[in-house]
């Protein structure tokens, strides 16, 4: 059964949604602001297939939701969305929705859109996979293979390495990873990046064809895109 991640502050909207989906099979989770429903996405992401997003959200907008989620995952996310200017939807792609429907819609709409998105994701075998050198990471399984070789990770773990394989190359300030990875209930503990580059560090260091996580002094972070001496 899939599983749709569905974000309204209005009640009236997840009253008539919910059960609509639930109806055309889908399990549904539902969070009322941002702030939960980037929670509900970091304690839940292996088994969530799809976000169905609104813009306007208490705590955390939409927009600054999704921003956050792209960081480290490719699931599919619909923005859904009373805001129809075309800027608004340009800026809701460009950000990372895979779609994009404008309250008041009809729920047939809404629903063909999911089985589009879904039926892609089936056909692509629903992994989402980075690569850097022999290090592959499946954003949706948090399954890491380094040289061939399945290595176990936790969420945090493979959250943080997704980061820094989507930056590959480029530095990334331990504010930035904490703000990725852990969001604004971490605010000021930048101690634990270097707490998980550790783990990751002593998890990668047998590999000989992995690049290392390098430490940029007084800055963060970097992954190289390749191996180094």
Do not use: C
């Not at 990875?181 to 550790?198: K, L, P, T």
């Amino acid at each position: 059964m899939k599983k749709i991640l569905l974000v309204d502050d209005e009640d009236s909207m997840i009253t008539f949604l919910r059960p609509e989906l639930q109806f055309e099979g889908y399990a549904v989770e539902v969070a009322n602001d941002g702030l939960t429903a980037w929670d509900t996405f970091n304690h839940d992401q292996s088994s969530i297939d799809l976000i169905i997003l609104d813009w306007m959200l208490p705590r955390l907008d939409g927009l600054e939701v999704m921003r956050r989620i792209r960081k480290v995952s490719d699931i599919p996310i619909i923005m859904m969305t009373a805001r129809d200017y075309v800027g608004d939807r340009v800026a809701g792609l460009d950000n990372g929705a895979d779609d994009y429907i404008t309250k008041p819609f009809e729920i047939e709409e809404l629903l063909a859109r999911i089985r589009v998105i879904l039926r892609r994701e089936d056909r692509r075998g629903g992994k989402r996979q980075l690569q850097v050198a022999n290090l592959v990471l499946d954003t949706k399984s948090r399954q890491a293979t380094a040289d061939g070789v399945s290595v176990q990770l936790t969420q945090r773990e493979a959250a943080l390495l997704a980061v820094l394989m989507r930056k590959v190359g480029e530095t990334m300030t331990r504010d930035e990873l904490l703000d990725a990875v852990w969001g604004d209930s971490f605010e000021g503990q930048v101690n634990i990046v270097d707490v998980y580059i550790r783990y990751l560090r002593t998890k990668m260091k047998d590999f000989a064809d992995v690049p290392r996580i390098q430490t940029i002094r007084g800055v963060g972070y970097t992954l190289p895109s390749e191996v180094t001496a």
